[in-house]
């Protein structure tokens, strides 16, 4: 079965500076995709970033970029230059995506950034 | 507005009542899912709708949910006899099988209450 960890529940990071957010995944399937999602208070999930397995590069969106490292089957978010709007609940996430998959999407349960000024 | 779309937003039933949500997908998206969202936790996959036809459900449905997308477009997700464990933000997403990352497009959510 497939399983996304995120064993940070809380991050604080000071403003303009980096943070790393962990994601490890578990599957056996060879193709699949991980993603990034950012959670405001709000409530509405706003997508940020992917990779996919078969990627030879790390994903790279503006200030965010993904660090994957698939023989240790992780999949870190890099957020540069934290600003205050970053503050927000952020979630790792799988898809399958082999022929006929339905690309449900596998979610872990979250790290929480606090952005300080 | 071309985002996806949920109504209503908030929900506060009774135990024991039935409850209906509606989410509009991104008109040509024909993939659409529902997750359940408890306090604290990353969602949760419920079903799963390519064009009109229902192609997964979640062991999380119980017999209690049914969810339709006739025509393919706009999808419901019924919530019979609610229980106070229903209580929870449901979550619609729509996307659109081709090239590139497949990334779904959330909605903003229906949080139900249940008393």
């Known amino acids: 079965a497939q399983k996304i960890t995120q064993t940070q529940p809380g991050m604080f990071v000071q403003e303009k500076e980096a943070v790393t957010l962990d994601c490890t995944y578990d599957?056996?399937?060879?193709?699949?995709?991980l993603f990034w999602y950012k959670q405001p208070s709000s409530g509405e999930m706003i997508f940020l970033i992917y990779?996919?397995?078969?990627?030879?590069q790390n994903a790279t969106e503006g200030r965010y970029s993904l660090n994957f490292q698939k023989a240790r089957k992780s999949a870190n978010l890099v957020i540069s230059a934290s600003q205050l709007g970053d503050s927000a609940m952020y979630f790792c996430a799988m898809t399958l995506n082999y022929g006929g998959a339905t690309n449900k999407l596998i979610f872990g349960t979250g790290t929480l950034l606090a952005v300080q000024p | 507005d071309t985002g996806v779309s949920q109504d209503p937003r908030h929900k506060i039933t009774k135990r024991g009542q039935n409850v209906t949500f509606r989410c509009d997908p991104i008109?040509?998206?024909?993939?659409l899912y529902w997750y359940r969202q408890t306090l604290g936790q990353g969602p949760e996959f419920l079903t799963y709708?390519?064009?009109?036809?229902?192609?997964?459900k979640s062991r999380l449905l119980s017999d209690r949910f049914s969810a339709e997308r006739p025509k393919g477009s706009f999808s419901t997700l019924e919530i019979q006899r609610t229980e106070q464990g229903d209580s929870a933000m449901y979550l619609c997403a729509s996307s659109s099988r081709g090239l590139g990352s497949n990334e779904q497009f959330f909605g903003p959510g229906t949080r139900l209450t249940v008393l």
């Open positions: 990779q996919g397995s078969y990627d030879q």
């Open positions: 709708f390519q064009n009109e036809a229902q192609l997964e």
């Open positions: 008109s040509e998206h024909n993939r």
């Open positions: 599957t056996s399937d060879p193709s699949y995709g």
